[in-house]
């Protein structure tokens, strides 16, 4: 019959004490995590691609604010190419990239929000990943520790004596057995908890999430950015060549229209005068022209 008693034994209560704070302080980062990344990806589904040009000042306070993901934010932020295609007033003004996307990232988000970033840091993984080895060295440990205490109780001297500390060889043998099923028991259980929750509470949310930012934000390779800005310079060059050949014609013909509407009723006015004036002069006389224009008369 098995002897439940054997719990209560100190180095396996501390064992089993050891793997429940583990296991609680593990559940309490992985809800923590997962409660994050779910909030930020329902953030990220009200904002659409189209939207985000006029909305982006609002993501970025939200997201600049929450300690879970600021500082990576922070620097995702910086490699943000804010293109001019977007929608004014329902016409679409032409930018570097024809994308329907009016932000893109030069560098892919999921260097900035990976299972690193925003899984392993917040959960102290390397502590964790250490705690199936810790629980599985305290079993040798103590029950050699325990076996070496043992022999060192038994005694020789009598028959009696003899009996009684092959006894209680027997007995600290039991416990410590018992020590080594515990803590590799609690090793592989711990380690069975760890990968299941970390699958459906760390993996799983943050995979929703880097879908949404990708659905939100185009990658733009350096390359691709590079290729299309040359593009645009030599589609600028067209137009500006295109410009300059036809700036003679066009400055011509705002020439001839300058004087046609301007020049010439001018001079069709001076000449009309002119000729008016020589008739005068040749009716009247130069010196009734002059009477005509200043006043003067024989009286004075």
């Given at each position: 019959?098995?002897?439940?008693?054997?719990?209560?034994?100190?180095v396996?209560?501390?064992?089993?004490?050891?793997f429940?704070?583990?296991v609680?302080y593990?559940?309490?980062?992985v809800k923590?995590?997962?409660?994050?990344?779910?909030?930020l990806?329902?953030?990220?589904?009200s904002?659409k691609?189209?939207?985000?040009a006029y909305?982006?000042?609002?993501?970025d306070?939200?997201f600049?604010n929450?300690?879970?993901i600021?500082?990576?934010?922070?620097?995702f932020?910086n490699t943000?190419?804010?293109?001019?295609?977007?929608t004014?007033?329902?016409?679409?003004m032409?930018?570097?990239s024809?994308?329907?996307?009016?932000?893109?990232?030069?560098v892919d988000?999921?260097?900035?929000?990976n299972?690193?970033t925003?899984?392993?840091?917040?959960?102290?993984y390397?502590?964790?990943?250490?705690?199936p080895t810790i629980l599985t060295?305290?079993?040798p440990?103590?029950?050699?520790l325990?076996?070496?205490v043992?022999?060192?109780?038994v005694?020789?001297?009598?028959?009696?004596?003899t009996i009684?500390?092959v006894s209680?060889?027997?007995?600290a043998m039991?416990?410590?057995?018992?020590?080594?099923?515990?803590a590799v028991?609690s090793?592989i259980?711990?380690?069975?908890?760890?990968?299941?929750l970390y699958k459906n509470m760390c993996?799983?949310?943050l995979n929703?999430f880097?879908?949404?930012?990708n659905k939100l934000?185009?990658?733009i390779?350096?390359?691709?950015?590079?290729?299309e800005?040359?593009?645009?310079?030599?589609?600028?060059?067209?137009v500006?060549n295109?410009?300059?050949k036809?700036?003679p014609?066009?400055?011509k013909?705002?020439?001839?229209?300058?004087?046609?509407?301007?020049?010439?009723p001018?001079?069709d006015?001076?000449i009309?005068s002119?000729?008016k004036l020589?008739?005068n002069?040749?009716k009247k006389?130069?010196k009734g022209?002059?009477?005509?224009?200043?006043g003067?008369?024989e009286d004075?």
């Amino acid at each position: 019959m098995f002897d439940f008693k054997i719990f209560l034994d100190p180095v396996i209560l501390a064992i089993i004490v050891l793997f429940i704070g583990v296991v609680v302080y593990y559940i309490s980062k992985v809800k923590y995590i997962n409660t994050s990344l779910n909030i930020l990806t329902n953030i990220l589904r009200s904002f659409k691609k189209g939207n985000i040009a006029y909305r982006f000042k609002e993501l970025d306070d939200i997201f600049s604010n929450n300690p879970f993901i600021s500082n990576y934010w922070v620097e995702f932020k910086n490699t943000l190419v804010f293109n001019e295609g977007i929608t004014i007033k329902d016409q679409k003004m032409r930018g570097i990239s024809d994308d329907n996307s009016s932000i893109q990232c030069t560098v892919d988000s999921g260097y900035f929000f990976n299972e690193e970033t925003l899984v392993n840091s917040k959960l102290n993984y390397k502590f964790i990943s250490a705690v199936p080895t810790i629980l599985t060295g305290l079993g040798p440990l103590f029950t050699f520790l325990h076996i070496s205490v043992a022999f060192s109780k038994v005694d020789f001297a009598t028959q009696e004596a003899t009996i009684a500390s092959v006894s209680s060889l027997l007995a600290a043998m039991k416990v410590a057995a018992m020590i080594s099923v515990i803590a590799v028991g609690s090793s592989i259980l711990f380690m069975i908890i760890e990968r299941l929750l970390y699958k459906n509470m760390c993996k799983t949310p943050l995979n929703a999430f880097q879908l949404e930012m990708n659905k939100l934000f185009d990658n733009i390779t350096s390359e691709k950015f590079l290729v299309e800005l040359l593009k645009e310079s030599k589609l600028q060059n067209n137009v500006l060549n295109g410009a300059f050949k036809t700036l003679p014609s066009q400055m011509k013909a705002a020439f001839d229209s300058s004087f046609k509407e301007t020049l010439v009723p001018y001079l069709d006015n001076l000449i009309f005068s002119v000729n008016k004036l020589q008739d005068n002069i040749d009716k009247k006389g130069s010196k009734g022209l002059l009477d005509d224009l200043f006043g003067t008369n024989e009286d004075e």
